[in-house]
């Protein structure tokens, strides 16, 4: 009967594809210089996806280092060149491997391919407007993004490899161009393309806070709003004040490197080139100003995904949101937390244990909103009617994710155990499972999810299901027994771990998360050719509402032009998780609410 | 386009470019935040070279408050649709910026006369912090004065200029703040420092 009532409201222009405010556009003008949020969120999603096949990809070929320490792929050497000497990844390629995957896929996948995608596609649509604040700006972001690419991908391309000294980019290794061959241009390249997507993504973030604060639709009050919008204006707030201060640590790294200043140098010695002539310089310092973006940064990463969760959770569970108050509260509590506890990662840099105790104590307090998000994803599952689309499977998988990798978070942000952990494989198991596997799986929820929305066709179901399966039980195959590794003293960073008696244990279980790890690559590209073939052959979308849901997205047409309501922006009446309520099965926001209707939810 | 797209906008809303530019300063100011905690963090280690700042930073200091004061001018006979003095003020405000960035620099070219490196392997971070933090923002600066210059030309050129108030309120809101971060820095500079 609603779902009736969708459809009439918007009958006559169902069938409008083209609202008056798409112009005659160019192609170039369409899909390459767009101004429209839309094409925007395909340039950031197609861009991160390719980023996302190079990382995964270099990840496969350290992997298999890893795995084979002591074989001679001839293959490799005609791929990699002198990387590759004698079909082994030489030592300077690996870390040059681990770097750049490491900077690729928290940048340019997770950051800009995740809120870059979903926060362009879905607040003008879910909050009722015709665009961003500026669309302009909003067009220089992707540019900006591109551009950083550019000059990232051609670092990958320079005679002394691409940046090698780990994603972090601490100095000396990325402040002396005489540090390692990857410390020239290649950081030089790094640092350029890192200052282009800083500006980038603070373009974006400022036009999508303007945007949720100043744009929103008659009736949507900021409590009415989706909670994906609620975590991505928390997403945009992190990034826009923590960005800056990353790219101050970098203005004076710059000056170390090019200008012979002491803010990080001291007078070390180093061999081959003797002592540096720089005083009193403090490495420590930079790991301050990098962790006070980088431990915010992992929560622009996961924020997102906690927002589309929540979002694909209620709709197909047909059931509301459990506790949207506590959802909103808590994510403004890891938000406000995130600025708070950066030191955790710097426990072992001879940090003042006092002061390492107080940032223990903040770190474990994330445990609380956490646990919150966690409990109430869990109790809007209990008892919903659940529909297993593809996407509410990796919307489940996400709390899975997020549980198995928030739990080592525990260890971890314990500064007694962190001692013992740090820079071990544990380290590597934690944060891949929290951050990168679980939000990656927030992002393949929402491009299942509103893939309709974006292409006006559906991604194939037996796909989706065989990408889900594979990816969550390769994930967990993967990463749960570099626990193990961890514990046991396994170092992360290392090339080869043969020469160690202690790590002979693992030859055979380091070969088995390489093989995995190349099956669960394989099935990625299953998702790739899902997603292109789709975009083309896919089934259409007939109904405007497919996944029946409340908010505003599933109003516009199937197809929307450029101001995505073809006549005007509806007004919403109600919040976004009217499920199950009073007999209806769901209830727009565009619905009034009727005279005989029960107050509570 | 932008325009258009931007009509559902209600009236007693604030301007979406005035948020954009809000969230922007909050940006910045950030930006220096962590530059200034950094400052006070290497302040407290050893090897820090305690230095006087050259008079010519007053001087500057007293002139960008006075540019404030012009652009506030300058918004007021906007709203009360004075061309002229509309055209005057906003066109003393960017000479008054051109003046700040040369004193600036002049600060510069006095602490090296002082033998005082601000780069180079000579260079004590103290100094090197100073300039940095002074150089960013005197790109601000510079990026103010562009737009200055941009919106003085326009008014010089269009017949009507007074109509569309926006580019100048979001012209002196950012100058505004840029003179609050000078004051800022050169406190800090001058008495943490």
């Known amino acids: 009967m609603s779902h009736e009532a969708v459809l009439h409201g918007h009958e006559s222009h169902g069938h409008d594809d083209h609202g008056h405010h798409e112009h005659h556009d160019t192609f170039l003008t369409k899909y390459v210089f767009s101004q429209d949020h839309k094409m925007i969120a395909k340039q950031f999603l197609i861009t991160g996806m390719v980023w996302a096949v190079l990382g995964g990809l270099m990840s496969v070929l350290f992997r298999l280092q890893l795995g084979y320490p002591d074989a001679s792929f001839p293959w490799l050497e005609s791929i990699l060149g002198k990387w590759a000497k004698g079909g082994q ?41 015709r665009d961003m604040a500026s669309p302009f700006l909003n067009m220089l972001s992707y540019w900006f993004f ?55 993504s603070l373009l974006g973030g400022l036009n999508y806070i303007a945007t949720i604060l100043n744009m929103r639709t008659k009736g949507m009050s900021m409590t009415r709003l989706p909670l994906t919008i609620w975590a991505l204006f928390f997403t945009a707030v992190l990034g826009v004040l923590s960005f800056p201060v990353l790219l101050s640590g970098m203005i004076l790294l710059i000056f170390d490197r090019n200008f012979g200043t002491s803010f990080y140098l001291s007078d070390i010695y180093v061999n081959g080139v003797g002592a540096l002539s720089n005083e009193g310089g403090s490495a420590i310092l930079f790991q301050h100003l990098f962790w006070f973006l980088g431990h915010p940064e992992v929560y622009i990463i996961l924020l997102p995904a906690m927002g589309m969760v929540s979002e694909i959770m209620s709709v197909n569970s047909r059931k509301p949101i459990f ?27 001879g940090l003042n244990p006092f002061l390492g105790s107080v940032f223990v104590l903040l770190t ?48 971890l942000g314990n500064a007694a155990l962190d001692i013992y952990l740090h820079d071990s494989y544990f380290v590597v198991a934690h944060f891949h499972i929290v951050m990168g596997v679980a939000s990656m799986f927030g992002m393949f929820a929402g491009v299942y999810h509103w893939f309709p929305k974006m292409y006006g066709r559906y991604l194939n179901n037996s796909l989706g299901y065989i990408h889900f399966w594979i990816t969550l039980a390769g994930a967990y195959m993967i990463f749960w027994p570099m626990h193990y590794q961890g514990l046991a003293g396994m170092p992360r960073r290392y090339f080869d771990f043969s020469i160690w008696e202690s790590f002979k244990q693992f030859a055979e279980l380091n070969r088995f998360i390489s093989t995995v790890a190349m099956i669960v690559f394989a099935v990625q590209i299953l998702f790739l050719i899902n997603f292109f073939y789709s975009i083309f052959k896919g089934r259409k979308v007939t109904v405007l509402n497919p996944w029946e849901s409340n908010t505003l997205e599933w109003t516009t047409p199937i197809r929307p032009g450029h101001g995505n309501w073809p006549g005007e922006i509806p007004e919403v009446h109600r919040w976004p998780y009217d499920y199950g309520k009073d007999g209806h099965d769901f209830i727009p926001q565009t619905t009034p609410v009727g005279a005989d209707e029960t107050e509570t939810h | 386009m932008a325009t258009e797209l931007n009509t559902s906008v209600g009236k007693n809303k604030m301007h979406p470019y005035k948020m954009v530019l809000y969230a922007g300063l909050g940006s910045i100011v ?31 200091t007293v002139v960008i408050l006075l540019s404030s004061f012009t652009i506030q001018m300058a918004v007021k006979k906007a709203k009360e649709g004075l061309q002229n003095p509309y055209r005057g003020f906003l066109s003393l405000t960017a000479i008054l910026g051109v003046v700040f960035m040369i004193l600036q620099v002049q600060g510069f070219m006095a602490l090296q006369a002082n033998n005082i490196a601000l780069t180079g392997p000579r260079s004590n971070s103290a100094a090197s912090f100073l300039f940095v933090i002074t150089i960013l923002h005197l790109l601000h600066v510079l990026g103010g004065v562009i737009a200055l210059i941009g919106v003085s030309f326009k008014s010089f050129l269009a017949k009507n200029n007074t109509e569309n108030t926006l580019p100048v309120e979001l012209l002196s809101t950012y100058w505004h703040f840029v003179d609050i971060l000078w004051i800022y820095l050169f406190v800090f500079l001058h008495w943490i420092g």
């Open chain 1, 89 to 129: 990844i030489t030592p300077e390629a690996y870390y040059a491997l681990v770097t750049t995957h490491g900077t690729v896929l928290v940048f340019f996948v997770l950051t800009a391919g995740l809120s870059g995608t979903f926060a362009n596609f879905l607040i003008p649509l879910q909050i009722g407007a």
């Open chain 1, 146 to 200: 591109f551009t950083a690419s550019i000059v990232m991908l051609s670092s990958l391309f320079v005679e002394t490899g691409p940046f090698s000294g780990g994603w972090t980019a601490y100095p000396p290794l990325s402040a002396l161009h005489d540090a390692s061959p990857g410390s020239k241009t290649g950081m030089d390249l790094w640092i350029i393309a890192m200052a282009l997507f800083v500006v980038s």
């Open chain 1, 323 to 349: 506790g949207y108050m506590a959802m909103l509260g808590s994510l403004f509590a890891i938000a406000i937390l995130a600025f708070l506890v950066w030191a955790h990662h710097m426990f072992v840099t």
């Open chain 1, 364 to 411: 474990l307090l994330i445990a609380v909103p956490s646990a919150i998000k966690v409990f109430n994803w869990l109790t809007t599952l209990w008892r919903g009617n659940i529909r297993f689309t593809p996407g509410m499977l990796f919307a489940i998988g996400f709390v899975s994710l997020f549980i198995s990798g928030g739990l080592t978070g525990i260890w």
């Open chain 2, 30 to 60: 950030m930006m220096f935040a962590g530059l200034t905690s950094a400052y006070i963090v290497k302040k407290s280690q050893a090897n820090w070279l305690d230095f006087e700042l050259p008079k010519v930073f007053f001087i500057a």
